[in-house]
């Protein structure tokens, strides 16, 4: 299944200038490919270097990125990069290179516990806590706080809700109830104008049809693991049918499922003169979804905004589909998971 910004195949006649940016369903204008600022290592054949964050990785890619022209980043509460990326843009605004309004920043509050942190400095939320639950909108509201005091900006452009719930969480009425506090935090943030655009990330259907229930303003992004091996067909036709932006993290894999390999995408990229990283953001931006990627790579940062020079064929685009029969996570956590 290959999905457009209408709905159904892309169109090849749009202009290749349409797919630089998503416009929101409140308007705001989202730059289609943004750099994302989580660094560190969650895989543990990686056995030369520490498993957990390396935020310290950040200050050079993100350094590259902005001169390279990248104007969309994306960030989380839990990443350990607010500080980082808002010291880099504080840098381009004292210089008078860039304004406020030239960038669009996402960042992520109400991620699960996580065995990469000690979680000691309340950057998760474990939602099974009694203390967390009895006051859980109040505690959104200090971590979006928190996230605007580390970027040092009064604002952000999107601000999603990072995971459903807790990993491996079956108590449903508890989720949806948690999540729902939440969504109310949220709502009050975007009413206040702190965030310009609000939404989730890593949402499925059922999550999605029972937040749209309990929401006064309806999620307007939904960033969601895709690439050629994970297409997550039901969640973007759901998404699409309701105005909800789709959004791409793991856009490569994440190095770990040996996507930019596969013979399907090294022989399309070859016939187009570009490289398997290449392909694939056109690919998906070809479906009207947004896409991130990181990389420590000065030469694929630069490369990376190469995509609106060329367009794969209706064949090539249902080649790439094709790949997702191979169905690989990057990571080990999941949201099917998450009642």
């Avoid at 006051?135 to 009064?154: F, I, N, Q, S």
């Amino acid at each position: 299944i290959i999905f457009s910004r209408a709905g159904g195949l892309p169109n090849p006649s749009s202009p290749m200038s349409d797919l630089k940016h998503l416009i929101l369903p409140n308007g705001v204008k989202m730059p289609a490919v943004g750099f994302g600022t989580f660094f560190g290592n969650l895989n543990p054949e990686h056995k030369d270097r520490m498993m957990g964050f390396l935020p310290e990785d950040a200050w050079h890619p993100i350094s590259m990125a902005l001169q390279a022209g990248y104007r969309h980043f994306d960030t989380s509460l839990l990443y350990g990069t607010h500080r980082i990326l808002g010291i880099s843009l504080g840098q381009e605004f004292a210089a008078g290179r860039l304004k406020r309004s030239d960038v669009f920043v996402t960042t992520k509050v109400f991620h699960p516990p996580s065995s990469h942190t000690f979680g000691r400095i309340g950057k998760t939320i474990d939602i099974s806590d009694p203390a967390i639950q009895a006051d859980m909108k109040g505690r959104v509201l200090h971590d979006v706080e928190r996230c605007l005091d580390e970027l040092m900006l009064g604002y952000v452009d999107l601000l999603l809700m990072h995971w459903p719930g807790n990993f491996r969480s079956s108590n449903g009425a508890l989720n949806r109830e948690m999540r729902k506090q939440c969504w109310a935090a949220f709502e009050e943030v975007y009413a206040s104008g702190r965030a310009r655009a609000i939404g989730v990330s890593n949402f499925l259907v059922p999550h999605l049809e029972q937040l749209l229930e309990d929401a006064k303003v309806p999620p307007m992004v939904n960033q969601i693991e895709l690439c050629p091996y994970l297409m997550q067909p039901s969640v973007v036709e759901f998404c699409q049918k309701r105005g909800i932006a789709v959004v791409s993290w793991g856009t490569f894999g994440c190095g770990n499922t040996g996507v930019t390999e596969d013979p399907v995408v090294v022989e399309v990229a070859r016939r187009h003169g570009k490289d398997a990283g290449q392909v694939i953001l056109r690919w998906l931006l070809q479906q009207g979804f947004g896409a991130l990627f990181k990389s420590y790579s000065e030469a694929h940062i630069k490369g990376n905004l190469g995509v609106f020079d060329f367009e794969l064929s209706k064949e090539e685009m249902a080649q790439l589909s094709g790949l997702s029969s191979k169905h690989k996570s990057s990571v080990s956590t999941s949201s099917e998971d998450i009642a």
